[in-house]
């Protein structure tokens, strides 16, 4: 077998090249072809390929061979149903449990969060996606269901690929998609330990993320 480092850094590039569009949903990889692209040997890619295939970023079928796995208003919507079902549950038990280091890594990341360039000219998608990802992640750390946070971890990781589609694709606009103020305003109320109004702000920025995203899916077939 192949060094695991190398597995997982030539994982770690499949990866960012999927969620770049570099790869596309539904483009068959062939092993022979991503030998050449990442100059190295048929090994690690293959196992780089089964580790993408359990994260969902890739579909394997055996003797057929494996595609970058497809994005589909459906399977969005399954996603976010449970997506909103899991933030609920923590979000609530962190409101309840959080602690003063808590409250200071919420701020933190919404601070990092606000100070991003979202200009037309000036956004980064990357950096984007890292901060706002922190600023949920965040968010919900405060709870102690660990069970239902590595749930809700394994949801944003396939989201993820949903988010990076919205932000490559043309129809993309950085001043809609992108709203400091709904996540301003989520914050001070966890903060202020307002947990009806927290839960409802929640579920309408999940439900305008997830619409964001629809509008530039193609239609199933």
């Known amino acids: 077998m192949s060094s695991p480092t190398l597995t997982d850094k030539v994982s770690k590039m499949i990866r960012q090249d999927i969620l770049n569009g570099v790869l596309i949903p539904g483009q068959k990889l062939v092993v022979a072809e991503l030998k050449d692209k990442y100059a190295v040997g048929a090994s690690p890619i ?23 796995s497809s994005v589909t208003k459906s399977e969005l919507s399954d996603l976010f149903e449970s997506m ?99 996540h301003e305003s989520l914050m001070k109320l966890v903060l202020a330990k307002n947990e009806a109004q927290a839960l409802q702000v929640m579920d309408k920025h999940l439900d305008n993320t997830q619409r964001k995203i629809e509008s530039v899916l193609p239609e199933e077939e």
């Open 46 to 68: 293959r196992e780089a390929l089964v580790q993408l295939s359990w994260k969902k970023y890739v579909r394997l079928e055996p003797q057929k061979g494996c595609w970058v």
């Open 84 to 182: 909103k079902i899991a933030s609920a549950h923590l979000l609530k038990k962190a409101i309840q449990q959080g602690d003063e280091n808590w409250e200071l890594e919420v701020l933190s990341a919404f601070h990092k969060l606000s100070r991003i360039q979202h200009t037309e000219n000036a956004f980064d998608n990357s950096e984007w996606e890292e901060r706002h990802q922190r600023f949920h992640t965040a968010l919900l750390e405060g709870s102690d269901a660990h069970t239902m946070y590595g749930f809700f971890l394994e949801l944003d990781n396939q989201l993820k690929r949903y988010r990076y589609v919205a932000l490559n694709s043309d129809k993309f606009e950085s001043n809609t998609f992108i709203n400091i103020d709904e």
